[in-house]
């Protein structure tokens, strides 16, 4: 019986039309394990809002070392308890943080971060964009990061994305400290690049921020102290016990790849014209919660 | 006196240091008259949400006249009074309509409109990016609008930008009516860009789109019925009586130019590195209410 199916099995094939291609979704799902990559619980912060809502920020201290250290010392020194988010500005930012004049910086913060807008190229494996960038002679994912690069120069910075998160700072030679934070909630501000630190992005719960009331004042910032939303505490995961503790991958090797070029050339029933191309910030490397088991 | 005052400027103006680059915002607020283009009223639906709040939509007939007639019939048959957003997805789109089984579309609506996907570029007047693009050969703007473009083809199409509006539609070749309306709150979904009728985008309002709930559902749709966000009523602009009537107008000219090229290299005191180049989609093209007088 076995080898008549097989048979069988041999013939439709045969007849078969030409496989379709698969869509992003459908590689994303058919990802096999070895293609999701882990992302380290050191490099997870976990912020809690009212009502139970956590939004998780991934760090990225292969990008900037000294913010993201100082973003861990901030959360173990319990900075963002009772932090507020102040700033809500349409198709922009999400900002929150404390005033450093009211509430003093917890011990291990380097209060005057290097400005860590770029780093070398070298070191960092890329996958490329294969689509011109505005913004830089070439992009691509590092990873799991998008980033852009300069061959000539051999420079490279973390592109600000949708959900990207940066660190707030006054003018020049300023970098901040990473105790105000902002995430991206509209079109890539792509103009930001290389003039801010960009420390990490939001792997969950972006929701509870991108819909928050806009704020009504210049810049987006809410008109009334009242209106801020608190944020009830930060941890990083670490701290969190094992049953507590997120666990994220990120979509790499020959998945990611497939993906990448399924949603440059989207073969859906839908699709008409597949476009042939994508911009950066248009691809959306996939991360998810790891899966039970 | 006069005359001394002159040349007293004259010395000032020679002592000064170069003139600092104006700012993006500089160039908007100063503007002349000349340089803002009125919006028709003939071009503007007036939604409104509950409390009042207003989403105010200008149509594009230049890019797809028989879908913006659609929607000015729907309007005009009271097609909107009652219907629902029923899908919001995050960093995607906000949705809305009604279902087309229950409630018969009013006279006037074509129910087959030809795909409006693309047009010809001949009899556009467009300002170029002067940036690469990663979904066309070419990009710009058109009567305030931003366009992507292929010179040899001779096409041009709206592209899938911020607060930009669509036409939802089935399988091809459904074009949809414009009976079901979406609107971009996130990165610019340009692989949507001819595929789709992009009929126009949201002018005022946005934000009550954008900072609504996120559904639950696949796709962002509300997982219940009672999650809904009913729409009041929506209502042409020269429907409505003379005193309620929104004005808008948008940036062109030398004004539209300058502000293109400052924000490409932004100079403010807080940047650092100027992009030199900008994304099509990270321009926003100056809109705004008519001010009073």
Not at 193 to 207: F, L
Request: hydrophobic share 45%; charged share 20%; net charge positive.
């Amino acid at each position: 019986m076995r080898r008549l199916a097989a048979i069988a099995l041999v013939t439709l094939i045969a007849a078969a039309p030409p496989a379709k291609p698969r869509t992003p979704s459908e590689i994303v799902a058919g990802a096999p394990k070895a293609d999701w990559r882990d992302i380290s619980a050191e490099d997870l912060v976990v912020f809690e809002l009212e009502g139970g809502r956590k939004v998780v920020m991934q760090l990225a201290p292969a990008f900037a070392p000294v913010h993201a250290a100082n973003i861990r010392a901030l959360a173990r020194g319990g900075w963002w308890d009772g932090a507020k988010i102040y700033r809500v500005q349409d198709n922009y930012v999400v900002q929150w943080g404390n005033n450093e004049s009211d509430k003093p910086l917890p011990a291990g913060v380097a209060a005057k971060p290097p400005a860590e807008y770029h780093r070398a190229r070298k070191g960092l494996q890329i996958t490329p964009l294969g689509s011109p960038d505005a913004y830089a002679p070439a992009a691509g994912f590092s990873g799991g990061w998008p980033v852009a690069y300069d061959p000539k120069a051999g420079t490279a910075n973390l592109a600000h994305c949708y959900a990207m998160v940066g660190v707030g700072r006054d003018l020049s030679p300023d970098t901040g400290t990473g105790g105000e934070l902002y995430a991206v909630i509209g079109h890539a501000p792509r103009h930001l690049d290389r003039n801010i630190a960009v420390v990490g992005r939001i792997v969950a719960g972006i929701e509870h921020l991108s819909s928050l009331p806009r704020g009504t004042e210049a810049l987006g910032f809410y008109k009334e102290r009242s209106f801020d939303v608190p944020i009830v505490k930060a941890r990083l995961a670490t701290e969190l016990p094992a049953a507590e503790r997120p666990l994220f991958e990120y979509l790499a090797g020959p998945s990611f790849a497939a993906y990448l070029q399924a949603r440059k050339n989207r073969q859906d029933d839908f699709f008409i014209r597949p476009a042939g191309g994508a911009d950066l910030c248009n691809i959306n490397v996939p991360v998810r919660a790891v899966p039970a088991g």
